[in-house]
């Protein structure tokens, strides 16, 4: 069986870069880009690994993070954070909420897929 990503993003160019990149690995990718609907979609497709861009519309990325890190049932989803915004705070706020991974954007494909294996492996 695949394992299933679920990719929380906004901007088009960044989703069908990942999503054919993770599809040529052998993931299933599901995404979503609105962060507002985004923790119920979580709660659906239970994936094996969480995506998640750091600025979205309707609910930012660090509140998802945040959400998910409350509930029981995702302490241990392995969440890699994507955001353009890389300042030092920002990573600290993400890293004190719980992400696994922080990536700043721009990244190489070399780098999300090492992030990934490092992130899903068991």
Known sequence: MKKRVLLVEDEPN???AITFLLSREGWHVDTQTDGATAVKRVRELQPDLLMLD???PGKSGLDILIELRSDDQFRALPILMLTARGQMRD???AEAAGVSRF???PF????????VRDLTRN
Request: aromatic content about 0%; proline content about 0%; glycine content about 0%.
């Open 108 to 115: 190489s494909n070399t780098e999300v897929l090492a992030a």
């Open 54 to 56: 750091h600025m979205l």
């Open 103 to 105: 990536m700043t954007k």
């Open 91 to 93: 990573r600290a706020e």
């Open 14 to 16: 960044i989703i069908e």
